[in-house]
C-alpha cells in the first residue's frame, strides 16, 4: 500500500538535499502510514509532522532524514534514540541495518510503540523512563539522536558516545531549535556544527525540561 506516495516523497527528500542513499533507501521501505493515528494515514506520506496523541508527533520524514544522514553511521553500528514515540525514526534506522536502542518517557506512547515494533518485526531495544540521562549499560555509542528538544546539550551524551561517534541534537526554546551536530573527536575534544530552524516538542526530564 502506498508504494506511489513513498517514492514520490523520497524523491521530495532527494530534491531537498538528502543524499545519502541508505537513507532514502530505507524512507522508500518503512511504511509511514503504519506509525501513524488510523485518522492521519491519508497525510502519512506528506513531508510533514504529524500529532500522535499525547501532545507528541511523529517528526517530518525530512527532519528524520536529515538528522540520520547526518549521524554518518555504518552498516551494524550502535544507536540510541532518545524519544522513542511512534518509533519511525528508529525503523528507519533498523531498516539501514543498526543496532537500535531507544528510551521512551510518555508510558503510553512506549507500551503502544513496543507492540507495534514486535507486530512489524522491527528489533529495538526498548526502554521506558527519561532519556536525559542516557543508557550507560549499553554505552558507549556510535551514535546518539534526541528527537525532542532541549536547553542545552547533557553532557552525559557526549561521555556516552564512542570515539568518532556522533550525537544530533535539538537545542534552543520550547518552540524552535537549532539543529547541534556533535562529533567527538577524542575523550574530551569535540566538534560543533549548527544547522538552525527545526521544531521539535521539549524534551522532559533531569537534564531537559523541567516540567510536565
Ligand atoms: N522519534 C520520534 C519522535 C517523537 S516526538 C518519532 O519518530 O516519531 C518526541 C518524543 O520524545 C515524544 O514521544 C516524547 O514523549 C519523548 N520524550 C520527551 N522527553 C523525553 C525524555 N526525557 N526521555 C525519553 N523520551 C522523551
Known sequence: MYE???LDLVDKLSERGI??????????????HKFVPKAMRHHAYNDVALPIGYSQTISQPYTVAFMTQSLKLKPNAKVLEIGTG?????????????????????????????????????????????????????????GIIVTAGSPTIPQVFKT?????????????????????????????????????EFSFVPLIGREGWNQK
Open 160 to 196: 556516552q558516545l564512542a570515539a568518532g561517534g556522533r550525537l544530533v541534537i535539538p537545542v534552543g526554546d520550547k518552540v524552535s531549535q537549532t539543529l547541534k551536530i556533535v562529533t567527538k573527536i577524542e575523550d574530551q575534544e569535540f566538534s560543533v556544527q549548527d544547522v538552525p
Open 19 to 32: 543524499d545519502d542513499i541508505y537513507v532514502l533507501k530505507a524512507i522508500g521501505e518503512v511504511e509511514r
Open 4 to 6: 506511489r506516495e513513498r
Open 86 to 142: 511512534s518509533g519511525y525514526q528508529a525503523a528507519i534506522l533498523f531498516k539501514m541495518g543498526m543496532q537500535v536502542f531507544s528510551i521512551e518517557r510518555q508510558f503510553e506512547i512506549y507500551n503502544h510503540t513496543r507492540k507495534l515494533f514486535d507486530h512489524l518485526g522491527i528489533r529495538v531495544n526498548t526502554k521506558y523512563g527519561d532519556g536525559t540521562i542516557g543508557w550507560d549499560e549499553y554505552a558507549p555509542f556510535d
